[in-house]
């Protein structure tokens, strides 16, 4: 099993920035991605970022240009950092990181069914 711990959501104003940080732990040697998904009130939990093995990125069309996903330097390769700048209201969300062990999501897409770990998510909210 893969333990996901989120860490740095928070309370920003519009046009702000934020830095999330998750941490993949235990069975983490076949991990082909680790992603970002995020789920406001009432609606669907929705994908955000993900970065492969090959540390090739992906995002979803409304955070292109505004939010950056990377790797820890080091050899573990099991911590990403989700950069978030030009904060919107819309952007307010709880966000979750989630880890794909099998290499669904390469052949299947970034659906949140790909990503069989899940952290317990972290609040982020941008006021206006």
């Known amino acids: 099993q893969v333990q996901v711990v989120e860490s740095g959501g928070g309370l920003v104003q519009a046009g702000g920035s934020l830095r999330l940080s998750c941490a993949a732990s235990g069975r983490t040697f076949s991990i082909y991605a680790m992603g970002w998904f995020r789920q406001a009130p009432g609606k669907e939990r929705d994908f955000v970022a993900a970065?492969?093995?090959?540390?090739?990125?992906?995002?979803a069309d409304s955070v292109k240009g505004r939010f950056t996903i990377s790797r820890e330097n080091d050899n573990a390769k099991n911590t990403v950092h989700l950069q978030m700048n030009s904060l919107e209201p819309e952007d307010t969300a709880v966000y979750y990181c989630?880890?794909?062990?099998?290499?669904?999501?390469?052949?299947?897409?970034?659906?949140?069914?790909?990503?069989?770990?899940w952290g317990q998510g972290t609040q982020v909210t941008v006021s206006s």
């Open positions: 989630a880890v794909d062990s099998y290499g669904s999501s390469r052949y299947r897409g970034f659906g949140a069914a790909e990503f069989g770990s």
């Open positions: 970065i492969d093995w090959n540390d090739n990125t992906y995002y």
